[in-house]
């Protein structure tokens, strides 16, 4: 065996090692996309108990080639992608070579096996290490190979804890929300996971884009719940910083993540600005933005959603008022107080036509005949929260 010396002290060697493992799998799967794989394939190994044993990562792109092994284990932040931002048709996400160490985040070993083209014989050979000498790292001597295809797969074994994130059934969905927007824009790119064919629409519900200034804002809903962040990503997409979206952005029901998107943040990065978050202008200014946009972006949803509520009410008929005119004082209080209830979690949506017929002519009876009786009874039919109530006794008022 040969050994690759690493040019950087334990502790920071562990320091980029270190991530959530969701984060630190990602990783691995960029490194494959990036080396040209239409494929990635994810299979997870699990014990008697149910826990994870192994990991394993498996690529058909171009393999690590044995003669570069040396640069690109052994040196730190000089990644072969430095300077380029496309290959094999794509945009590329690692930028300082350090993603490859992500495996060692999950377990205590991680072993790549290799198979490479070079002048036109095929070689495989292997690279292992462990996360306690993580300043050095062996590989074998390259043989030649009979595969059918050149790629990579990686091992990690030794593992460090449960990691109940890559276990539970919301993997497949935290795989379709990292990886949707680069899966639909390359359709030929496939991701695997326990051998189920991760497919963007099955997590991305809603996908808005919009150049304001010199940043690029996606703006992503999500068909189940997730946490609200701003991401800021280079400008192939590649996330470097996540923050959260905060309380002002009022968006009640919807399950969303913002995309900020350009180099500079690479440049911050390089300076090591990015990680005060927005202590730093350049980082806050850009969050103000995206932070404004969704604020704008939730208002017509919401416009959107209430108009087309409205629509379906009066087309299968549950609507109360279908024989005033629309701008009817009666019409209008009605449906104020259904789309109020209704973004409440009255759960209109959930119940069929005779269901929100006779629910929706309660309403409006109500309203009509005993307005003053309405409060309480919609306290015990819909319970709501606090700033909801005050909402609705302002709206009763």
Known sequence: MNTIEITAKKDFMQQIAAAPAMRALSELIWNGFDAGADCVSVTTVTNDLGGLEELNVQDNGSGIYQGHVQDLFGNLGDSWKRGQHKMYGRFLHGRNGRGRFKGFAIGHHVEWKSCYDHEDIRYEYTIEGDADSLISMNFSDPVHSDRTSTGTEVIISDIRGTFGSLLSEKASFDLAKLFGVYLKQYPGVRLLFNETEIRPESALNLQREETIEDLQIEIHEWTMSTKRAIQLCDAGGHMLLELDVGQSVRAPGYHFTAKVCSDRFRVLEKENRLTLGELDPEVARAV??????????????????????????????????????????????????????????????????????????????????????????????FPMKQQERKSLSALLA
């Open 288 to 381: 103000e933005t995206a932070r404004n946009r969704l604020s704008q972006h939730f208002r017509q949803r919401k416009s959107e959603d209430t108009q087309a509520s409205l629509e379906k009410w009066t087309s299968e008929g549950s609507h109360p008022f279908l024989d005033l005119p629309p701008e009817a004082p009666q019409r209008r209080a009605f449906e104020q107080l259904a789309v109020h209830l209704d973004e409440a979690g009255a759960g209109f949506s959930g119940l069929d036509v005779s269901g929100r017929m006779l629910t929706f002519h309660l309403l409006g009876s109500l309203l009509m005949y005993n307005p003053d009786g309405l409060e309480p009874v919609i306290e015990d039919l």
